[in-house]
């Protein structure tokens, strides 16, 4: 699959009654309250982009690593110094759009699914008209009475790539292979739960051309900490503050919640420090000071885990990336620590994809522990082990970052996230870590 292809099938909106059959499912019927949206993952049964032919397991494992890869291309491609903008390169677009939530835009709402993205800075919306993009299932502009495109003279313009004026409008072109993508910079009112954010300014895609191209399946709403993203476009309502509890894949409906602002967050909570990395400065660093393994503490090279503003390198976390990655060393490290704490000791080690640690059979597992200063995060299996549908194979969900020069990043993700409350603090500069059932 071209990286091409992988960006565009990210990116789009579909009716959202459209296989919505479970009854906790109808996203159409307002279920969100106060600053609180539900979280659905993206193959979950109240989920549209839910594959129409079921992939085997072994198939649908691969598929994810794949994702998964160009996820970890975005994310190193900052480290080497390149700036970094708001609505950026075709490579800044790949994300692994695992969780998804309901925002309405425009007035009168129309009703979109976003993916939610902790490490991006960005709204992206498919418009009506858009040529190339399914224009039947996208936002309508001249529908809404709040809708206008942003102007030329605006500071806004100024933060997107290769900005043009064309109509007196604010907008722009990427390239990336043999396609390209054209959007306006727009603003209009967005509301989450119950809260409405005017003028919020978004990338209104028009046109995608090239070869290969297929309708890509939702809009993306970036949570990071650049200038046009969610958190600072509405600061002034959520204060820089918000927190996600992620569902567990095996949850019959896989709902999880996002509370927006500092109010009716959870109290009994424990901080780590939030830090930023001039290098990467949308993401949410924080300091890993050890790996343990059951009761045991991994002897780690200490620079593979520091954190370090000149590079880019540290730990981050991203519910962009579906499994941790970790530097090969720490990986390495960490693995073969597990390998000896599995039981039986006799379980036969092998490999799937980019897994290297699967067991044949039942086997018990440790516990794994990531030790921050002022938090310890303990998974259980339930964080750790992919399980086959037929149960006889599971495999170790984690992996080495690719040995290259700009990946020298920790990534705590979204399936070690799971059934854990992360609470962002950008305003007290802190990252807090509360177990709770999410589903």
């Not at 420090?273 to 949410?284: E, F």
């Not at 006799?346 to 018990?364: E, H, I, M, P, R």
């Not at 990043?409 to 950008?426: G, K, P, T, Y």
Request: net charge positive; charged share 15%; proline share 7%.
């Amino acid at each position: 699959m071209s990286t091409l292809v992988l960006f565009l099938q990210l990116f789009s909106i579909v009716p959202l009654a459209l296989g919505l059959n479970h009854p906790n499912c109808d996203l159409t019927k307002s279920q969100d309250q106060g600053s609180t949206l539900r979280i659905f993952h993206i193959d979950s049964p109240c989920s549209p982009f839910k594959s129409s032919s079921p992939l085997s397991w072994e198939a649908r494992v691969l598929q994810t690593l794949a994702q998964d890869q160009a996820r970890l291309q975005y994310l190193s491609s900052l480290v080497a110094g390149r700036s970094v903008v708001p609505i950026a390169s075709g490579r800044q677009m790949l994300q692994s759009t695992t969780y998804i939530v309901k925002a309405l835009i425009g007035t009168p709402a129309q009703p979109l699914l976003l993916a939610m993205d902790t490490s991006s800075d960005v709204a992206w919306i498919p418009c009506s008209g858009c040529v190339g993009c399914p224009s039947n299932t996208a936002f309508s502009p001249a529908e809404s009475t709040s809708f206008k495109n942003v102007s030329c003279s605006a500071p806004q313009c100024k933060q997107v790539p290769n900005p043009t004026c064309g109509a007196r409008a604010c907008s722009f072109n990427l390239t990336y292979g043999s396609s390209s993508i054209a959007a306006n910079l727009s603003q209009d009112t967005i509301r989450l739960a119950a809260d409405p954010i005017k003028a919020f300014t978004f990338g209104c895609v028009n046109k995608v051309a090239g070869g290969g191209t297929i309708p890509p399946p939702q809009g993306l709403l970036g949570l990071g900490r650049g200038p046009l993203s969610l958190m600072s476009q509405a600061q002034s309502v959520y204060k820089s503050t918000f927190s996600y509890c992620l569902p567990s894949f095996r949850s019959l409906t896989f709902s999880g919640s996002l509370r927006l602002g500092p109010t009716s967050q959870p109290q009994r909570v424990k901080y780590t420090q939030l830090l930023r990395n001039p290098r990467r400065s949308s993401l949410y660093y924080v300091n890993l000071v050890a790996i343990r393994v059951g009761r045991k503490v991994v002897d780690l090279p200490p620079a593979a885990i520091a954190f370090n503003p000149s590079t880019g390198a540290g730990t981050i976390f991203d519910s962009g990336t579906v499994y941790t990655r970790l530097a090969k060393p720490v990986y390495e490290a960490v693995r073969n620590e597990f390998r000896k704490r599995v039981k039986p000791t006799t379980a036969v080690v092998t490999s799937l994809g980019g897994f290297d640690t699967c067991y044949s059979g039942q086997v018990k597992v440790p516990t794994i522990t990531f030790m921050f200063k002022g938090v310890n995060m303990t998974m259980p299996a339930d964080n750790l082990m992919l399980h086959s549908t037929a149960g006889s194979t599971s495999c170790l969900a984690m992996a080495a970052a690719p040995e290259n020069v700009n990946s020298v990043v920790n990534v705590i993700a979204s399936m070690q996230q799971q059934n854990h409350r992360v609470l962002i603090d950008v305003p007290n500069g802190r990252l807090g870590l509360a177990r709770e059932r999410c589903s």
